[in-house]
């Protein structure tokens, strides 16, 4: 059982074109991140939310985290072919495990 | 930049042979975490170091192994090595907090097994 599902796992779209990744858990967590990754590369942060209901902003990128602390969602706004990669989305649970939990990724293609 | 590097880039070893992949943690940093990465999926977590003690480790058999020296570097061993064993293997060095972990990862070592 995947404790962070991530959805779509694939997404192709053109440039311009707004999208919206998704992740979620039943599982409550104290904090959650969101990285992209390049082929060949490793995953690089993007942001870190920690609090329930919290907005963060990076140029045309908008990260929110569930009120409930369960879920996260990214949305990039008139996307563009350098955003194409692995978005991961990981998580640290709240309690006394701090282990980073991963979800499995949204490969996203933006086409020109 | 991380700040984060592993060595080497990639690696082409056959089937049954043994393996050490190095990583050096971002300076401040105390806890470095290994991970296996295949094609187009996110990391599997392997086992984590903190302090130069095992804290955690993923669902990996025992031929997975690792250390963590004081300098907090630390290197990631793997015995008889079988097929499925080629992947991206990723390096992240932390600093552990009361609430959250922010993970910075180095550029990974691919494997290819033969």
């Known amino acids: 059982t995947q404790l962070l599902e991530q959805s779509p796992q694939f997404l192709s779209i053109q440039e311009g074109e707004n999208l919206t990744v998704y992740c979620n858990s039943s599982s409550v967590f104290s904090s959650l991140q969101w990285y992209r990754q390049e082929p060949g590369e490793g995953p690089v942060l993007l942001v870190t939310v920690v609090t329930g209901g919290e907005v963060k902003k990076l140029k045309r990128l908008t990260f929110q985290f569930g009120d409930a602390r369960k879920d996260s969602s990214l949305h990039i706004t008139a996307a563009q072919t350098g955003d194409t990669g692995l978005y991961l989305c990981a998580g640290v649970r709240a309690g006394n495990n701090r282990k980073l939990i991963w979800g499995l990724g949204t490969s996203l293609a933006v086409n020109p | 930049e991380t700040g984060v590097t592993q060595s080497p880039t990639h690696l082409i070893k056959t089937r049954g042979q043994q393996v050490t992949l190095r990583c050096s943690s971002q300076?401040?940093?105390?806890?470095v975490s290994w991970y296996q990465q295949a094609l187009g999926q996110g990391p599997q977590f392997i086992f984590q170091?903190?302090?130069?003690?095992?804290?955690g480790r993923g669902n990996f058999p025992p031929r997975f192994s690792g250390l963590q020296f004081p300098n907090y570097s630390s290197e990631l061993n793997v015995n008889a090595l079988e097929l499925d064993d080629s992947a991206l293997y990723l390096c992240a060095s932390s600093v552990r907090t009361a609430y959250q972990e922010t993970q910075y990862f180095g550029p990974g070592t691919r494997l290819l097994v033969l």
């Open positions: 300076s401040g940093h105390n806890t």
């Open positions: 170091y903190y302090r130069e003690e095992e804290n």
